[in-house]
């Protein structure tokens, strides 16, 4: 969702949304809110859409909303729709709508924090976007079903090729039926009240974002780089606090955020998704180079190397150990 995100205080904003539960805290790890379970008889509709897929900053959220089939026709009159064509204000009474209904309306969202999108798409072999966006999903289907809600009908906003994340979706739920669709959260309502939970639950983490590089945790400790005096903001919190527009790489002020808050030696603080190509390219250009040096592998290599002379085309180890060639028996 492409809303522009709001600049990140030193203070604490007020956040009070229920999935996040302290907001005085970094976000460090992924999690997952579930709301209250609905009481309403089944079977259940549930719909699927994430926020801030694309940004090269801050969380990927992705929510889901569910209610009974018998539901849906009050659902159309509640006003959830395609959350980035809506206000932030409308937006939080609709979050507060979803909740005001709790025997017919269920609500759940996945935080994926920063780190761990960096995380799963830097690892060897990757584990992209997409499939963290799948893991998600599932995940999120999946803890709805163990909390005792039977589902007829799931709708997923998706991009691109949308036949064959049908497919997969349905041959591992094959007792429900599954529509994935482009833009789905302004073709069905369910949709657009997922859209809505994870769009209030991303911002309002950008909101009130807390630097895990500059938190002082209970026992008084702070990174000794990142701490100013006693009384005083720490002096990277100084680059970090300029505005950083909505967090999409194309956003002027985004980019200007990501080229005066690099620092040359330690890069970036962990709202940053250090996998993104933006990212890549000014680290590159302008952080301090490292060269990683292991002794030992150095080592493991040069033993494997051929020798020459009368020990042409037989390693090292194979002379340390006494090993000879045997042409005959």
Wanted: aromatic residues 10%; negative net charge; charged residues 20%.
């Amino acid at each position: 969702m492409s809303s522009p995100a709001p600049e990140p205080n030193s203070e604490i904003c007020d956040t009070s949304i229920p999935s996040i539960a302290d907001p005085s805290l970094p976000l460090i790890d992924s999690y997952t809110y579930h709301s209250p379970i609905p009481s309403g008889s089944g079977p259940y509709i549930l719909g699927v859409d994430e926020a801030g897929r694309g940004p090269v900053l801050g969380p990927m959220v992705y929510g889901v909303a569910y209610c009974p089939v018998a539901y849906k026709e009050q659902l159309e009159g509640l006003g959830f729709a395609d959350s980035k064509t809506l206000t932030a204000q409308i937006r939080s009474s609709l979050l507060e709508t979803l909740a005001s209904d709790p025997s017919n309306l269920g609500w759940s969202v996945r935080v994926l924090s920063p780190k761990a999108i960096s995380a799963g798409m830097l690892r060897r072999p990757p584990f992209n976007l997409n499939q963290q966006a799948q893991e998600a999903t599932v995940l999120l289907i999946r803890e709805v079903l163990s909390r005792g809600i039977e589902l007829s009908e799931v709708y997923v906003d998706a991009l691109g090729k949308t036949g064959p994340y049908q497919a997969y979706l349905s041959s591992l739920f094959p007792d429900i039926s599954f529509t994935v669709a482009t833009k789905a959260d302004q073709k069905y309502k369910i949709v657009g009240a997922a859209s809505v939970a994870a769009k209030v639950t991303r911002d309002a983490w950008i909101e009130g974002w807390v630097y895990e590089e500059c938190y002082e945790d209970p026992s008084g400790r702070v990174s000794k780089y990142f701490a100013g005096s006693e009384g005083e903001k720490p002096p990277a919190m100084a680059k970090w606090a300029a505005e950083m527009g909505s967090g999409y790489p194309s956003d002027p002020k985004t980019q200007a955020w990501i080229k005066n808050s690099l620092d040359p030696t330690f890069g970036y603080p962990s709202l940053v998704r250090f996998s993104w190509s933006t990212v890549k390219v000014v680290l590159d250009k302008n952080a301090h180079p490292v060269k990683w040096t292991d002794d030992g592998q150095e080592s493991l290599m040069k033993a494997f190397v051929s020798a020459t002379g009368p020990d042409k085309d037989r390693c090292a180890v194979t002379k340390d150990l006494g090993l000879k060639s045997v042409s005959t028996l």
